[in-house]
């Protein structure tokens, strides 16, 4: 597909320069809108007008709202009234709210000039609804009809409305702008009878969502029903919309893009990568670095709170690293596994529970396995290949009790610090690798240095109970021999 597209990409630029305007256009009438995109954003700047304004009136509607925000601010600007007028007419009422939203002030000021007074209205009433909402992703063009019409009559007003609407396939069923219920294309072509009414043959069971539901859970919603469309009501049961498929993929494109970069420890961009210049980059990643350093700060001062026992026995300093990067992994699969399932409404706050048990049991057996692989990595390899003669059994027992309960402790705190960040209304991707990892350090390092102190002060004491013992034999022994002398 890549290859396709520098191919083309070629093609065009060397029949751009070759003022074959004819067989240009030609060419890109064959091509799906989204794939023209694609091409345009490989073109200069310069020759992405001439080019764009080839399109047949609907195709380049169509291209045009698959374009970068970039590329549609400097071909607005470029536009004459009744070029831009032309667009904005072709344009569905979601896809014009959304361009709307992306364009500055002054561009905003001349797309509402050429829209025509229905759907500057329509605009103005999708922009009120909240941020990331049904009501601010639907679209008012719908097929609406009457239960009383007959099978005839509601085809012949799909066919003088449906030109007009984004999808035919589906059709509501109002009665006082509330719906009643839906019925399909389908549904009406297979009707024995035409005089038959909508009433009945329409499916009266509708699921349908609010104007304030989120945007993440209605995706969620049409791809577990595998609806092409999902109407919307307001508080009164009113029908004011509906949310398309294609929509609801890119909220699904949007919120999983938005999710890797919590997780990994940056802000949300709404810029493509190649588009992100070093400064966008610099501002979106800086915060969580500069956070993440500081909170550093406390594994350090664990470290310097422990410095008698480092000093007692060396050889611990050269595990703590091993420590750290596997609790942070094993905390990160269990986070990553935890806000997935959140995101995909797979879990509950109400699962806590379950959930924390079932990383325990996992827990046991990850750290038992881990814990015996580091014991013989370290006797094997440590000791008896690498000759480190400080490390005694009793450090190799040290380190893999540590290990054991750091993953157990890193299981539970991924877990849990995801599904408590969404009960209290927060995004659980943020509490993912960065986050969770700087926890589980500080916590694997204080498990570390007190189970090291522990033992290592009572192998000081036996060890010196021992040399005491042996002192006090030989006292014995030599009184009897000075005795019996």
């Given at each position: 597909?890549?290859?396709?597209t520098v191919t083309m990409e070629s093609t065009l630029k060397k029949l751009l320069e070759e003022k074959k305007y004819a067989t240009l256009k030609d060419v890109l009438v064959t091509m799906n809108p989204a794939d023209v995109a694609a091409i345009f954003e490989e073109i200069a700047d310069e020759r992405?007008?001439?080019?764009?304004?080839?399109?047949?009136?609907?195709?380049?509607?169509?291209?045009?709202?698959?374009?970068?925000?970039?590329?549609?601010?400097?071909?607005?600007?470029?536009?004459?009234?009744?070029?831009?007028?032309?667009?904005?007419?072709?344009?569905?009422?979601?896809?014009?709210?959304?361009?709307?939203?992306?364009?500055?002030?002054?561009?905003?000021?001349?797309?509402?000039?050429?829209?025509?007074?229905?759907?500057?209205?329509?605009?103005?009433?999708?922009?009120?609804?909240?941020?990331?909402?049904?009501?601010?992703?639907?679209?008012?063009?719908?097929?609406?009809?009457?239960?009383?019409?007959?099978?005839?009559?509601?085809?012949?007003?799909?066919?003088?409305?449906?030109?007009?609407?984004?999808?035919?396939?589906?059709?509501?069923?109002?009665?006082?702008?509330?719906?009643?219920?839906?019925?399909?294309?389908?549904?009406?072509?297979?009707?024995?009878?035409?005089?038959?009414?909508?009433?009945?043959?329409?499916?009266?069971?509708?699921?349908?969502?609010?104007?304030?539901?989120?945007?993440?859970?209605?995706?969620?919603?049409?791809?577990?029903?595998?609806?092409?469309?999902?109407?919307?009501?307001?508080?009164?049961?009113?029908?004011?919309?509906?949310?398309?498929?294609?929509?609801?993929?890119?909220?699904?494109?949007?919120?999983?893009?938005?999710?890797?970069?919590?997780?990994?420890?940056?802000?949300?961009?709404?810029?493509?990568?190649?588009?992100?210049?070093?400064?966008?980059?610099?501002?979106?990643?800086?915060?969580?670095?500069?956070?993440?350093?500081?909170?550093?700060?406390?594994?350090?001062?664990?470290?310097?709170?422990?410095?008698?026992?480092?000093?007692?026995?060396?050889?611990?300093?050269?595990?703590?690293?091993?420590?750290?990067?596997?609790?942070?992994?094993?905390?990160?699969?269990?986070s990553v596994t935890v806000i997935r399932a959140l995101s995909l409404g797979e879990l509950e706050f109400s699962d806590a529970p379950k959930v924390i048990w079932k990383e325990i049991q996992t827990a046991v057996l990850c750290g038992i396995a881990l814990a015996t692989l580091c014991f013989a990595k370290i006797m094997l390899v440590d000791r008896l290949l690498l000759g480190n003669?400080?490390?005694?059994?009793?450090?190799?027992?040290?380190?893999?009790?540590?290990?054991?309960?750091?993953?157990?402790?890193?299981?539970?705190?991924?877990?849990?610090?995801?599904?408590?960040?969404?009960?209290?209304?927060?995004?659980?991707?943020?509490?993912?690798?960065?986050?969770?990892?700087?926890?589980?350090?500080?916590?694997?390092?204080?498990?570390?240095?007190?189970?090291?102190?522990?033992?290592?002060?009572?192998?000081?004491?036996?060890?010196?109970?021992?040399?005491?013992?042996?002192?006090?034999?030989?006292?014995?022994?030599?009184?009897?021999?000075?005795?019996?002398?």
């Amino acid at each position: 597909m890549a290859e396709h597209t520098v191919t083309m990409e070629s093609t065009l630029k060397k029949l751009l320069e070759e003022k074959k305007y004819a067989t240009l256009k030609d060419v890109l009438v064959t091509m799906n809108p989204a794939d023209v995109a694609a091409i345009f954003e490989e073109i200069a700047d310069e020759r992405l007008p001439r080019l764009f304004r080839l399109l047949p009136k609907e195709q380049a509607a169509e291209t045009f709202v698959e374009m970068e925000p970039e590329q549609q601010e400097m071909l607005i600007r470029g536009f004459s009234d009744a070029e831009l007028r032309e667009v904005i007419e072709e344009l569905y009422v979601d896809d014009a709210v959304d361009l709307v939203e992306e364009m500055p002030a002054n561009v905003v000021k001349r797309i509402l000039a050429q829209a025509d007074p229905q759907m500057r209205k329509e605009i103005n009433d999708l922009l009120r609804y909240p941020e990331n909402s049904a009501g601010s992703i639907m679209t008012t063009e719908y097929v609406s009809l009457r239960p009383k019409m007959t099978v005839a009559e509601a085809i012949t007003r799909i066919r003088r409305t449906g030109v007009d609407k984004e999808t035919i396939y589906t059709c509501y069923v109002t009665e006082g702008s509330k719906l009643i219920g839906t019925v399909s294309v389908k549904d009406l072509l297979l009707s024995t009878d035409d005089s038959t009414p909508i009433l009945k043959i329409m499916d009266e069971n509708v699921i349908s969502v609010s104007t304030l539901t989120d945007q993440e859970e209605v995706a969620q919603m049409l791809s577990k029903y595998n609806f092409l469309a999902l109407p919307v009501v307001d508080t009164d049961g009113r029908m004011v919309g509906i949310i398309t498929f294609d929509d609801a993929m890119d909220v699904l494109v949007e919120e999983t893009t938005e999710d890797i970069e919590k997780m990994a420890g940056m802000l949300p961009s709404e810029k493509s990568y190649l588009r992100s210049n070093a400064w966008d980059l610099f501002k979106h990643r800086i915060p969580w670095l500069a956070l993440l350093m500081v909170s550093a700060t406390f594994t350090g001062m664990i470290i310097t709170g422990f410095e008698s026992a480092l000093a007692a026995q060396v050889a611990l300093t050269a595990f703590i690293p091993m420590l750290m990067d596997t609790g942070g992994n094993s905390g990160s699969q269990a986070s990553v596994t935890v806000i997935r399932a959140l995101s995909l409404g797979e879990l509950e706050f109400s699962d806590a529970p379950k959930v924390i048990w079932k990383e325990i049991q996992t827990a046991v057996l990850c750290g038992i396995a881990l814990a015996t692989l580091c014991f013989a990595k370290i006797m094997l390899v440590d000791r008896l290949l690498l000759g480190n003669t400080d490390i005694t059994v009793l450090t190799a027992f040290v380190v893999c009790f540590t290990m054991a309960l750091t993953v157990l402790m890193a299981k539970i705190v991924g877990c849990s610090l995801p599904m408590g960040a969404k009960k209290l209304g927060f995004d659980p991707a943020v509490m993912a690798s960065p986050f969770i990892t700087t926890i589980v350090d500080a916590l694997s390092l204080l498990v570390y240095f007190a189970i090291a102190s522990a033992l290592l002060a009572m192998n000081i004491w036996q060890n010196s109970r021992a040399v005491l013992l042996r002192r006090k034999a030989a006292r014995r022994k030599a009184f009897w021999l000075f005795a019996i002398l």
